[in-house]
């Protein structure tokens, strides 16, 4: 069995196949079909689906696979929903810069008859912030089991999942996938995005992506996107970090636009966030749209984390856009 995992910014959406002889060569897979409905592709009554990515299938073992698609028309151009087609242009434009991403999922749970945070009263709130991150017990983490058994699916697939952790707002949790090379990033993200509301949907609990789930003095929600390229990691990779973030800056209204649905209700210059009004950055500060770490200070190498994406952003929008403003764009 091969189910076939479609990417529709900002959705998932899943379809299972049969082959008699599963090979992990993708273009053994061959090109699959599907009729194409009025909300996802309504100019389209047949989308065409390219097989990019393969992972192993968690749930049904053996030697089934998941396969992540992206979306064309009979003619072959990609739908005005695939993103990753865009992407990969770019990435291949300086394959010799190999650029590494790290990724800082954070979602939120929500109990499904009323769409409120799990573990929170009814109509009502815990208690404030402060005791819940990296919380360990049964008043400040909820939620644990579907975090350990999306960890345990990611690793058998075969993503590069490095971590996962309980955020600052109780019910909110994040994992981190990378580090991950240009496009494989985003495939990574979405197929790991797929297994988490897989594992929710069994657990019969919601999957929120919201980036202000709950208004008021709570945090919100991200996908910081960690960034470097070869040079940067490499001696005198400070200049070039540098030469990066006053880029970054330059084409920080563009940025924002391309970083997710509702932000601005997260990028208020509270709860750990920079204004989406102004650039900045800093060393070791989480108040600012882009922190360089301690280490890539002292070294002066590294990387550097875009802390601006919304958790609902599109990886391969924010991954590709990060790497064309840094790397390839040269301001006039």
């Not at 470097?228 to 400070?238: F, H, I, Q, V, Y």
Request: charged share 25%; with cysteine.
């Amino acid at each position: 069995m091969i189910p076939l995992i479609l990417s529709f910014s900002p959705e998932l959406n899943n379809g299972t196949g049969q082959a008699d002889e599963v090979s992990p060569i993708l273009t053994s897979i061959g090109q699959q079909s599907f009729e194409g409905n009025q909300e996802q592709a309504p100019h389209y009554s047949e989308v065409i689906l390219y097989p990019q990515a393969i992972f192993r299938d968690p749930f049904r073992g053996g030697d089934n696979i998941l396969v992540m698609c992206d979306c064309y028309t009979p003619q072959g151009e990609p739908i005005p929903t695939n993103t990753r087609y865009a992407a990969n242009k770019l990435f291949q434009q300086a394959l010799e810069t190999e650029p590494w991403f790290g990724l800082e999922q954070e979602y939120t749970l929500l109990e499904k008859e009323h769409k409120w945070p799990l573990g929170w009263p009814v109509n009502g709130y815990p208690g404030a912030q402060g005791p819940y991150y990296c919380g360990v017990g049964a008043d400040k983490a909820w939620g644990r089991r579907i975090v350990d058994a999306h960890y345990k699916a990611c690793v058998y697939a075969g993503i590069t999942i490095s971590g996962t952790n309980g955020e600052v707002m109780p019910g909110q949790w994040e994992f981190q996938v990378g580090p991950a090379v240009g496009i494989a990033a985003g495939d990574e993200l979405w197929v790991a995005r797929y297994l988490l509301e897989r594992i929710t949907e069994m657990e019969g609990v919601i999957l929120s992506l919201d980036p202000k789930p709950v208004e008021g003095d709570w945090n919100g929600a991200g996908c910081h996107c960690n960034f470097s390229t070869k040079a940067m990691r490499e001696d005198s990779g400070w200049e070039v970090i540098m030469e990066g973030v006053k880029n970054l800056e330059l084409r920080h209204k563009e940025h924002i636009k391309a970083y997710g649905e509702g932000n601005e209700r997260r990028l208020t210059g509270r709860h750990e966030t920079a204004s989406m009004d102004r650039f900045s950055w800093a060393v070791a500060s989480g108040g600012t749209s882009v922190r360089i770490g301690r280490d890539t200070e002292a070294k002066k190498k590294g990387y550097m984390e875009d802390r601006r994406p919304a958790s609902n952003m599109d990886p391969y929008v924010v991954t590709s856009l990060v790497f064309d403003t840094t790397t390839l764009w040269k301001p006039l």
